[in-house]
């Protein structure tokens, strides 16, 4: 797969597009004054400890309050021990008993706070460099799972040598692969340095401040984004170019020569009629090439997707017709896994299949698909229910979090009253309201489409409503009204 990535720049907003063959396949958004804290690290102060739920709030200057588990808490393993075996053979230590409140603590950031949630934290420190990640509070040399199994050892071996007697833990990042000792002393060298300027932080500075800031979003695509597949990096501002080509050529040379300065007149998201994908992400239906389409519902626990088969009717059978839009399903659920940026727990409603064979085909697919996805997911069997369960590792808003609000109409339900609905709760509020007060007059004001059907078809209701109250009953339109919102005036 050949691919270009495209960075549009503006001061308020970062935008990055990844393309594939023609396809948008990521899309990637940080604002100037809504920047991710993922990889952040802070001196925080602990606010609360609660026992029974072995977590703590740590205050680390943000509105609200950050969430400490105690599984996230870091504690030195034994001499010569790694961490993970530390963990896998002690039982673990009650939070109670590791921190108190008031007490100042050393945390990363590993999720950003999402929707009501506060960001959660970790005591155990990694910093990402351009080939490894560091683990200060570590021993432990390692090589990334997606590097084949026959060339850890040896990479593990060379790792081994140049970290020497100076300790601290490592892990060997995808594109370290091929990277010279050189490179390798380079990067650890960087890391060791950035180590130590935030440990001296945390000794000058007060609690609640920020100790380290991970690389922002034109940084990381080079740091992250960037593969052998990559063909381009186009960037739209020559003064970011600049400045990402410095920062690639100091770090990542081999990604900085695929940078470009795209000077054309068209809007560079225009190319590949990005600014239209990103409307389609955040509607619900999906179509697909063949006539069928999905339906993706997000809500604060899961995200739902309902697989269709719509307009397509096939060629030979209703099995195939079904196995044909199941297949075409499961490369599109996952492109937009991708492109929405969804994550957590993901039930996926595919059109039953009687056949066996089908299904394991269907699984295959979908899990060949997500292989491809730079984030973690685990994808289960089909339940008896015939849904697909999975999850996503979530570290960052949803594109529809990051770019949308609940509407201020229906507050986030997707649906409204109707406007019957709401004149029948207007006829029992008046009576309540006749009950308690006698007012001259009882003035209605509500939306233009529930006053039109009082002053039509239910005006009988009110003209009986008004007579057995004995008070007039007026009515006004107001266009800025939703269709649930009324006012009842006593005059």
Known sequence: MQEDILINWSPQETRVAVVENGAVQELHVERTYERGLVGNIYLGKVARVLPG??????????????????????????????????????????????????????????????GTKGARLSTQISIAGRLLVFLPQDDHVGVSQKIPLEQRDELRARLQALVGEQGGGFILRTNGEDASDAELADDIAYLRKTWTRIKDASLRLAPKSLLHLDLNLLQRVLRDLVSESTQSIRVDSGEQFEALRAFGREFMPAAAEKLQHYKGERPIFDLFSIDEEIAKALGRRVDLKSGGYLIVDQTEALTTVDVNTGGFVGARNFDDTIFKTNLEAAQAIARQLRLRNLGGIVIVDFIDMAREDHREAVLAEFRKQLARDRVKTMVGGFSQLGLLEMTRKRTRESLAHMLCEPCPTCEGKGIVKTARSVAYDILREILREARQFNPREFRVVAAPKVIELLLDEESQHLAGLSEFIGKPVSLQSETAMGQEQYDIVLL
């Open 53 to 114: 739920m072995q977590s703590a709030f740590i205050d680390i200057g943000l509105e609200r309050a950050a969430f400490l588990h105690v599984a996230d808490v870091w504690h030195p393993p034994a001499e010569g021990e790694s961490l993970s075996a530390s963990r896998a053979a002690q039982p673990q230590i009650p939070i109670e008993k590791q921190v108190f409140e008031g007490q100042a603590l050393m945390v990363q950031v590993i999720k950003d706070p999402i």
